[in-house]
């Protein structure tokens, strides 16, 4: 409601008054839009980027997927597949055609523990000498590793569905961090344990019924 004047100086006075709001209102609306602009910026870039890291993270997904369509199963070479004797390594007894069926249906990584760069060559070559990386265990999927820490640790990094091993200690450490472990004894007193086998060709058959079952091989 407009102010009444009772003289001419007071409504010179509230005229000033006036067109010093006017004034401030007009240094205002530029900061306020400007603000505005800002703000929306700010949030469409954010939603932008979130957007472009969630397809990014989905199509490493689709990927990973497409790569490993079958489950990945990794598995201690040492005292399962092979025995060091010295610097030399020796393929145990029945394990090759396991070894390769188990290839067959799974995504297979192999992890052996060495002393020393002679025992690793040692195991490659003799990898190859059996044919195994031409009938289905990659190469590059051959690891190598000091300690029973550190296969543990390599273990965990690489996330399997499965790990196989033969060392109660490693089995214990990735306990609650992989879904399944099964662990080979050398002999038949397994403790009770269900997730425990005699040998790789015994847990070997057991997969091959399952991937039977789920249409895998």
Not at 61 to 70: P, V
Not at 89 to 116: G, T
Request: aromatic share 8%; proline share 3%; hydrophobic share 35%.
């Amino acid at each position: 409601m407009p102010k009444k004047c009772t003289n001419g100086q007071d409504c010179r006075k509230y005229k000033s008054y006036e067109n010093g709001e006017d004034h401030n209102a007009s240094i205002l609306q530029p900061i306020l839009l400007v603000g505005m602009i800002i703000t929306f910026y700010v949030i469409f870039f954010r939603m932008f980027k979130r957007r472009f890291i969630d397809n990014n993270e989905f199509g490493r997904k689709t990927t990973n997927k497409s790569e490993y369509s079958r489950p990945i199963i990794s598995l201690c070479l040492n005292d399962i597949v092979l025995k060091m004797i010295g610097n030399n390594a020796h393929i145990i007894e029945n394990v090759i055609e396991p070894l390769i069926k188990l290839c067959s249906i799974s995504e297979v990584f192999v992890v052996a523990q060495v002393s020393n760069d002679t025992q690793e060559t040692n195991i490659i070559n003799l990898l190859k000498k059996t044919g195994l990386f031409d009938k289905g265990l990659k190469e590059h999927r051959l690891m190598f590793c000091s300690t029973s820490n550190g296969r543990a640790s390599m273990i965990r990094q690489l996330r399997p569905l499965t790990h196989v091993d033969n060392d109660e200690t490693v089995i214990k450490t990735l306990t609650g961090k992989i879904p399944n472990l099964v662990q080979i004894y050398g002999n038949t007193n397994t403790g009770g344990n269900s997730n425990a086998f005699t040998s790789l060709q015994a847990f070997t058959q057991v997969i091959c019924a399952v991937a039977t079952v789920e249409g895998i091989n």
